[in-house]
C-alpha cells in the first residue's frame, strides 16, 4: 500500500519530504467481507472520505463556489447546475449565496445519492433535483439566470448541441460557468490519453482547446474568461489525498479491508488523470461568458 501512495506521488511530481508523508496502512485482520460494488454504502463513504460530503471528484466545495462567485448570485436567482456529482457543489452554493437550483443528473445512482444529500442539507427547499439524458435534454428557453457545469461535457457526445441548448436556457444577460477537460490545439490524443479513456468507467468524448474556442465563438456569447486551470485541479488532488493520509494516520478514518481497496482505485484513476495533466497531454479549461441581449 505504501508503495501506490509513493507512486501517485511520483506521477504528480511532488516532492515527499515536503508533504511529510510517512504512511503505510496497517495489515487488516482478514475478515470475510461482502464485495462493495460502485454504489454500496461502505463505496460512497470511502469516496466522500476522500473528496468531501457531497462530493466525487476534486475540488470540493471551494471549487463550485470560485466558479460560481462571479454570477453574484442572490435569492432571487436561479442557477442550473450540470454537475450532480454528488450533490455536494449545488448545496455549497446555494447555501453560500441562497439562490435557487435545478441540478441534472444522467446517473440514477448518482441521483439518488444527491437526493440523500440533498434532503438532509439546510437548502432541500431551494433545490430540485432532476433526472435527464444528456443526448435529449431540452430546457425552456430564457429560464436560468446562470448556468454552471463542471467537469462535465467531456463525458456528451454531441457538445454542439448541448451547447446551443444551454445558451437558449439563458436569460438576457445570463451567466455560463464552464470547465472541462480537453486536448490541446490541433492534438490528437496520445497514447496516455487513449489508455485513460478505455479505463474510465464512462464514456470519454474529448474535443480539442481549439475546437472548444470555435464552437464557443459560433454561440456568439460574450466570453469574460478563458483560463487554464489545470494546475489548480492538479493541487485539488494532492490535497485531497494529503488529508485523507494525515486523517488515517491521526485515527480519525477507519476502513474495511474492501474499503481500502475502494482506496487502492482512487488513487490509481485520480493519478492516471493528474499525469495527463502534468505532462501536457490534457488540459483543464475555464470559460465564464455572458448572454448578450443580440444573442
Request: aromatic residues 10%; proline residues 5%.
Amino acid at each position: 500500500m505504501k508503495r501506490t501512495w509513493y507512486a501517485f506521488l511520483r506521477v504528480l511530481a511532488v516532492d515527499e519530504t515536503k508533504l511529510d508523508i510517512d504512511f503505510e496502512l496497517e495489515e487488516p485482520e482478514i475478515k470475510e467481507e461482502e464485495v462493495l460494488g460502485p454504489w454500496h454504502p461502505k463505496t460512497i463513504e470511502m469516496i466522500e472520505t476522500i473528496w468531501g460530503k457531497g462530493f466525487n471528484m476534486p475540488g470540493g466545495a471551494q471549487h463550485a463556489l470560485t466558479l460560481a462567485k462571479p454570477f453574484a448570485l442572490d435569492n432571487q436567482m436561479n442557477l442550473l447546475d450540470l454537475t450532480s456529482g454528488m450533490g455536494g457543489g449545488t448545496i455549497a452554493v446555494t447555501g453560500q449565496f441562497g439562490c435557487y437550483a435545478t441540478l441534472l443528473e444522467n446517473v440514477p445512482e448518482l441521483s439518488e445519492i444527491s437526493k440523500r444529500n440533498i434532503d438532509m442539507s439546510d437548502t432541500r427547499s431551494k433545490i430540485k433535483l432532476q433526472d435527464y439524458d444528456p443526448a435529449k435534454i431540452t430546457l425552456k428557453a430564457n429560464s436560468f439566470d446562470c448556468i454552471l457545469t463542471r467537469e462535465f461535457l467531456f463525458r456528451t457526445e454531441d457538445k454542439t448541441r448541448m451547447l446551443r441548448v444551454l445558451k437558449r436556457a439563458l436569460r438576457m444577460y445570463g451567466q455560463l460557468s464552464l470547465t472541462d477537460f480537453m486536448l490541446p490545439p490541433g492534438k490528437e490524443p496520445s497514447a496516455a490519453v487513449n489508455k485513460w479513456i478505455k479505463n474510465d468507467p464512462f464514456p470519454i468524448y474529448l474535443w480539442s482547446l481549439d475546437r472548444y474556442e470555435t464552437e464557443i465563438a459560433a454561440l456568439e456569447l460574450d466570453v469574460r474568461v478563458s483560463e487554464d486551470i489545470s494546475k489548480d485541479y492538479y493541487g485539488y488532488m494532492t490535497r485531497a489525498f494529503q488529508s485523507f493520509i494525515d486523517r488515517y494516520q491521526d485515527g480519525r478514518i477507519k476502513a474495511t479491508p474492501g474499503q481500502l481497496e475502494i482506496l487502492m482505485k482512487e488513487v490509481e484513476r485520480w493519478a492516471r488523470l493528474a499525469a495527463l495533466l502534468e505532462a501536457g497531454d490534457l488540459r483543464l479549461y475555464r470559460y465564464f461568458a455572458l448572454k448578450p441581449v443580440k444573442a
